[in-house]
């Protein structure tokens, strides 16, 4: 279970990520294409092409948890839209898209 509050930061990434990166290939994505510190305690958020997986990268001092959920039937229907690669989100947001 990921533990959000109102004060967590949240960024979601607004393209499809290819699932075949794991922890590390995601810790390379955040840090050189979206030029963000993925040990900053932010959350990041991505989503596979088909819209049926989401993971949650995050650092909590001491590692890294990589979160995933697939859903077993369906798609993910809300997913932000921006003109930036990433979008800050709310925890409840976040938690909404989860529960889907």
């Avoid at 809300?78 to 976040?94: G, I, Q, R, V």
Wanted: net charge positive.
């Amino acid at each position: 279970m990921i533990h959000l509050t109102e004060r967590t930061r949240i960024l979601v990434a607004i393209l499809p990520v290819d699932f075949r990166r794991q922890i590390n290939g995601l810790i390379t994505l955040c840090k050189h294409h979206y030029l963000k510190d993925p040990r900053c305690g932010t959350y990041y958020v991505f989503i596979n092409r088909s819209k049926t997986m989401i993971r949650v990268l995050h650092h909590d001092g001491s590692g890294y948890w990589l979160a995933t959920k697939r859903l077993s039937r369906g798609k993910y229907e809300f997913w932000p839209s921006s003109k930036e690669p990433m979008t800050e989100l709310s925890a409840e947001k976040l938690m909404k898209i989860l529960k889907q």
